[in-house]
């Protein structure tokens, strides 16, 4: 069968405008920034580069239609109902988002379609589901009073996120924000625009009242930084590095003290102890837990540790795998691995792979690939025998590049997994359970897998501690970042008739 995905991507018409107050628009500036793939370095199409001008025109939307009350006073069920058509209309242009996706970041058409957007509309559902059946609580005070303790909307919520996984990481805040009441400024990253610009229009056309949901596209420093200091905006949702995410935290105590919550990036270990299981199942996990969207995911498993006695057996076997995936144009169903998201940020991971080289024994990969077709491809790599304590090792490369570390002992590989600045995610493989659970107290991480990677439900929290952050995104949890308590203490004047 030919594939169809090049020819409904040539066919696609790609958005290009700012979403503010239910309006397609350009900026204030008449500035715009191309949105180029890393599929063939081609230029795809301008987007509306939007300053602080054009970010104070989407707050002051999205707090007109909060103050409006349309939304924000609208009732649980009627916000559930909303929600769940929006939820409805994304799933009918899945296509078409997945492409925009694979398009403009180099993600394989086949995770957009099976990952990305079902993923992105399980998340709306959950949040339209979720909202009306919450209740709010009665505090037990003295029986003269009755307190009730209600959750309020913050009301004007700045979203900023990152390129690896735009759908998915704009949803978790997305949807939780508007379920609670809120209204949203969105800033996508500059690699990444199209499919929020395409969100918005759709959830608006499919009944989302016009300035809920604001998408400005633009540069970190102008648009993102106008978010960060506005003085309207109640908080930021932030997804990105920790550089960026402190920088938000600056602008929040240097402008109204908003709030902000921050999910920033990990070096993840994967802690594979001397009596682990089945060897296989867990070379499997390692190599698709670092080569999955070609290493560009926060929680990739970036760093294995591996007990001496199973070493050489793992090692081989991560190879074996990584070097059978097919890497390859995104647009091609049977691709497993696409491109890096742009050319700076392919040269940024070879300097990190050039610097490995020096350190270990590169055993599979560390050459940029294809390069042939214009795209930016590096094939999957592992660099084996590296100091835990080397910057390979420490910092986050954010491509399919894997360090291994070897141990002699569980103490120390535990020590190893948390010895590093970051706390996003950990894995650790062993056939003892008492073993797992112990080790799964002490790693300090948001995400603890045991004897899998990666595993991973919109029922579940997801964040970090130290440099990865603060914030928990996904689950039940995360409606109550987006609210703020409410104590309403009535006085009844006696406790008997
Ligand atoms: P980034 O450079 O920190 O950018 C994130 C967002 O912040 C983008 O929208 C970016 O806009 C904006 N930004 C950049 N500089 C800014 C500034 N000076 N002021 C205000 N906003 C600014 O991160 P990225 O390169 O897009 O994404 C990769 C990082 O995200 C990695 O560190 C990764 O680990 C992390 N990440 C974390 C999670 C998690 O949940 N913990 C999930 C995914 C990714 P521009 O695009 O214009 O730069
Ligand atoms: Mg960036």
């Known amino acids: 069968m030919s594939n169809p995905w090049p020819d409904r991507a040539a066919a696609l018409s790609l958005p290009g405008g700012a979403v503010i107050d239910g309006e397609v628009r350009p900026a204030r500036s008449g500035l715009t920034m191309p949105a180029t793939s890393p599929r063939d370095g081609s230029v795809l199409t301008e987007v509306a580069a939007c300053d602080a001008a054009d970010v104070d025109d989407a707050v002051a939307a999205a707090r007109r239609v909060f103050d409006s009350g349309v939304w ?9 109902h909303v929600l769940l058509q929006v939820a409805a209309a994304l799933e009918a242009h899945a296509d078409e988002l997945a492409l925009l996706e694979t398009l403009e970041v180099g993600k394989p058409i086949g995770d957009t379609t099976s990952v990305d957007v079902p993923g992105m509309v399980k998340v709306f559902r959950f949040y339209a589901e979720a909202i009306d059946k919450r209740y709010d609580e009665i505090a ?26 735009p759908m998915l990481i704009g949803s978790w805040k997305v949807a939780p924000a508007l379920a ?20 918005a229009e759709i959830a608006v056309a499919a009944g989302l009242p016009a300035g809920l949901l604001n998408v400005v596209p633009g540069y970190g420093p102008q648009a993102g930084e106008a978010i960060g200091r506005h003085m309207d905006v109640d908080k930021v949702a932030f997804t990105g590095s920790t550089a960026v995410g402190r920088m938000f935290q600056r602008y929040a105590g240097e402008s109204n003290g908003k709030q902000v ?90 300097s990190y792979v050039d610097e490995g080289r020096a350190l270990g024994d590169v055993r599979m990969g560390g050459t940029r690939v294809l390069e042939g077709t214009g795209g930016s491809y590096l094939a999957p790599t592992l660099i084996d025998g590296i100091d835990n304590r080397s910057r390979v090792a420490q910092e986050e490369i954010f491509g399919p590049v894997l360090v291994t570390t070897t141990f002699r002992s569980t103490e120390e590989g535990v020590r190893l997994a948390n010895a590093t600045p970051y706390g996003l995610a950990a894995a650790v493989w062993t056939r003892d359970v008492s073993t797992a659970h112990i080790v799964a107290r002490r790693l300090r991480a948001g ?3 045991v004897n899998t990677f990666d595993a991973a439900d919109v029922a579940t929290p997801f964040g970090g501690f130290g440099d990865s952050g603060s914030g928990r995104d996904k689950s039940l949890h ?20």
């Open 140 to 165: 037990p005070v003295r029986r003269d009073a009755l307190a009730l303790v209600t959750r309020e909307p913050l009301g004007v919520v700045g979203a900023v996120i990152p390129w690896n996984y």
């Open 478 to 497: 995360a409606l109550d970042a987006y609210t703020g308590l409410k104590t309403t203490w009535i006085h009844l004047g006696k406790d008997e008739l």
């Open 261 to 350: 919550s921050t999910e920033l990036g990990g070096k993840s270990p994967q802690l594979v102890l001397a009596d682990v299981d089945d060897l296989a199942a867990c070379a499997t996990a390692v190599a698709w837990g670092i080569f999955y969207n070609a290493g560009q995911t926060c929680n990739a498993g970036s760093r294995l540790l591996v007990h001496a006695d199973v070493h050489d057996d793992l090692v081989a076997a991560v190879v074996e795998i990584g070097s059978s995936l097919r890497q390859g144009d995104p647009l091609d169903p049977a691709t497993q691995i696409g491109t890096i998201v742009d050319e700076t940020q392919l040269g940024r991971v070879m």
């Open 447 to 449: 995400t603890v897998w």
């Open 72 to 80: 924000s006073r609208a009732s649980a069920s009627r916000r559930r």
């Open 180 to 199: 609670t009441g809120n209204s949203v400024v969105l800033k996508p990253a500059e690699q990444a625009s199209l499919a929020w610009l395409r969100i």
